[in-house]
């Protein structure tokens, strides 16, 4: 039975890179919608404050922008707004059609990117380990090991590219954008736990419960791991292992997708439609 099973044309290799690539397309646009989404999102807290004389201290989610002044204020924002462009352009480098017919765009870009990362690197790690004796270890290790690992995904992809390892530098740069991106996930995570999950489970509102705790280092593990099974399935000649990453990759679609819904309704739209009720 299992043998007749396997003979079957879908369990053919070219079907089964066929499967992975329509798979990680489907992610891609997924990825898309929420990382656009996701500057409209950052745009329209910090822009239409500005443009119409509001205070943006009463629509940031963060709580510690109401006490921040001085050069804090400035590396908060210098933090905050490159996640526009990030969010934006990111996902472009990723598009091999792009790379191929547009080398300078995809060199340029890439460059912009990095530097952004890594300049949102280091402002979030300052911002997090300035604060003294306020500062909440547990529910910062997550995020400070983020930081670390972007400054080190940064700097191998820069010096790939310049080296013209582009094997190198492809996986690195992948790995770079996942981890540029982890505060993001983070939010997709969260709030795709609370829409499962009809409300806080293992949360609290320092976001050092265990949940929150566990989802700030899996917001970019997790993808780096997934990445990781697809980048060897694209090379893999075994059928089962490439079918295996093929339903890993749906699995980390699937988990895009309800936080991408539940980031859109529980907490970007919300907070867009209290800026455009107060103009």
């Given at each position: 039975m299992s043998e007749s099973i396997l003979r079957h044309p879908i369990w053919v290799l070219p079907n089964a890179k066929k499967a992975l690539n329509i798979t990680l397309k489907s992610w891609f646009v997924v990825a898309l919608a929420g990382?656009?989404?996701?500057?409209?999102?950052?745009?329209?807290?910090?822009?239409?404050?500005?443009?119409?004389?509001?205070?943006?201290?009463?629509f940031s989610p963060s709580p510690n922008l109401k006490h921040a002044t001085g050069h804090i204020l400035f590396i908060f924002f210098a933090h905050v707004l490159p996640a526009v462009y990030l969010s934006m352009f990111?996902?472009?480098?990723?598009?091999?059609?792009?790379?191929?017919?547009?080398?300078?765009?995809?060199?340029?870009?890439?460059?912009?990117?990095?530097?952004?990362?890594?300049?949102?690197?280091?402002?979030?790690?300052?911002?997090?380990?300035?604060?003294?004796?306020?500062?909440?270890?547990?529910?910062?290790?997550?995020?400070?090991?983020?930081?670390?690992?972007?400054?080190?995904?940064?700097?191998?992809?820069?010096?790939?590219?310049?080296?013209?390892?582009?094997?190198?530098?492809?996986?690195?740069?992948?790995?770079?954008?996942?981890?540029?991106?982890?505060?993001w996930t983070f939010r997709l995570y969260l709030m795709g736990w609370y829409m499962v999950n009809q409300g806080p489970n293992g949360n609290t509102p320092n976001i050092d419960g265990p949940m929150d705790i566990f989802l700030s280092f899996a917001c970019y593990l997790l993808p780096m791991l997934i990445a990781e099974a697809v980048l060897l399935a694209q090379k893999q000649q075994s059928i089962t292992r490439v079918w295996v990453s093929t339903a890993v990759l749906a699995s980390g679609t699937l988990i895009t997708l309800i936080g991408v819904i539940a980031a859109a309704m529980m907490m970007w739209s919300p907070r867009i439609l209290n800026v455009i009720s107060a103009i």
């Open positions: 990382q656009w989404a996701f500057a409209i999102y950052i745009l329209a807290i910090y822009t239409l404050t500005a443009f119409n004389d509001l205070a943006v201290t009463d990111g996902l472009l480098q990723l598009i091999p059609v792009l790379r191929s017919k547009y080398p300078r765009f995809h060199r340029i870009n890439g460059r912009v990117f990095l530097l952004l990362g890594l300049t949102g690197a280091l402002t979030g790690l300052y911002l997090q380990w300035s604060k003294g004796g306020q500062t909440n270890i547990s529910a910062s290790l997550g995020t400070s090991l983020n930081g670390i690992l972007i400054i080190c995904a940064v700097f191998f992809a820069w010096r790939f590219a310049l080296q013209k390892r582009f094997d190198l530098h492809k996986r690195v740069a992948v790995h770079a954008f996942l981890l540029v991106n982890g505060v």
